[in-house]
């Protein structure tokens, strides 16, 4: 996948995803947590909602900052993970659920990532555009103190957002692809 030409060599591949699949979904695609992290290695913070800011971020979060485009990375704006994933990944582990140890902003249920990729959708009423697929880094697993996250989360660690619109997201809010229907309401091909 490349963004305005430039590829990304830390990306994960559609083919070779390991998180929740297309029509996998048992029901409409929502938000049930959102997390930010005010210091870049401080502790994720739940918040039940949260002001977003075209190519800006989330407001609060470390990754707040002027312009994304201007850095030529607006991957950085936000980011999603499945709530599938983190049960699955979090039993394979045996431990208890971790999603605010995996630096990741919104946590889905019901929603396939992998079909927002390189789409147009809105969180609640903020318009977002799906940039990449992406693997967890040591960084991770150095932060989280939970041995053997980076392999529970290879090939499905999330995927990284532009913000096209200014608005507020909340726990609850759907998921829709823009111009279509919720996610999690798609069907197999």
């Known amino acids: 996948m490349s963004l305005n030409n430039q590829t990304f060599s ?3 591949p559609p083919e070779v995803w390991r998180g929740v699949k297309s029509g996998s979904s048992a029901g409409p695609g929502s938000v049930v947590a959102l997390y930010i992290a005010r210091q870049p290695s401080g502790p994720m913070e739940f918040v039940s909602e949260v002001r977003a800011f075209a190519d800006r971020g989330l407001e609060g979060d470390r990754f707040f900052r002027e312009s ?14 499945e709530e599938e994933t983190l049960q699955a ?20 249920r019901g929603a396939a990532l992998v079909d927002l990729l ?8 903020v318009l977002m555009r799906g ?3 992406f693997e967890p880094c040591g960084h991770l697993e150095k932060i989280s103190k939970i041995p053997g996250i980076f392999r529970a989360l290879e090939h499905r660690s999330g995927l990284k ?5 200014d608005g507020v997201i909340r726990v609850g809010d759907p998921i829709v692809l823009r111009g279509e229907r919720q996610i999690g309401d798609l069907q197999p091909a």
């Open 161 to 165: 957002a532009a913000i096209l619109s």
């Open 10 to 12: 830390w990306e994960t």
């Open 131 to 133: 940039i990449r697929l």
């Open 89 to 108: 990944a979090a039993n394979g582990l045996g431990r208890e659920m971790f999603a605010d140890k995996t630096r990741r902003n919104i946590v889905t």
């Open 118 to 125: 390189d789409r147009e959708f809105t969180v609640g009423g």
């Open 68 to 81: 994304w485009m201007a850095a030529n990375r607006p991957d950085k704006a936000v980011s999603l993970i």
